[in-house]
């Protein structure tokens, strides 16, 4: 069964950055995409950020510029390095992986999900 773990998340000021990290039980490169997630209070699960196996990256309109994601395969880890965060990112963030369809963030229906990391931004 495969496994993704996340950390890095915290409380920070607006401004700030956090870079947060999704750790798999199995090679990082097998998986044909990965995604990371958030989900607010009170608020449905948006997705945030996506990497194709290949390197297709795709953000969504209120990450884009500020966040970016990368992998390290050898350490099979996921990144999502965040810059410039406003109180509206202020949410439990997810991964998600999915071994053979090549899903972009806008996807719901991924395989494999973590278990989250909290994020918080304050103003």
């Known amino acids: 069964q495969v496994q993704l773990v996340e950390s890095g998340g915290g409380s920070v000021q607006a401004g700030g950055s956090l870079t947060l990290s999704c750790a798999t039980s199995?090679?990082?490169?097998?998986?044909?995409?990965m995604a990371w997630f958030r989900q607010a209070p009170g608020k449905e699960r948006e997705g945030v950020a996506s990497?194709?196996?290949?390197?297709?990256?795709e953000y969504a309109d209120s990450v884009k510029g500020r966040f970016s994601i990368s992998r390290d395969n050898a350490k099979n880890i996921l990144y999502l390095q965040m810059n410039s965060l406003k109180p509206e990112d202020t949410a439990m963030y997810y991964c998600?992986?999915?071994?053979?369809?090549?899903?972009?963030?806008?996807?719901?229906?991924?395989?494999?999900w973590g278990q989250g990391t909290r994020v918080t931004v304050s103003s």
């Open positions: 998600a992986a999915d071994p053979v369809i090549y899903r972009d963030y806008t996807s719901t229906a991924w395989r494999y």
């Open positions: 199995s090679y990082i490169g097998s998986f044909a995409s």
């Open positions: 990497r194709l196996r290949f390197g297709s990256i």
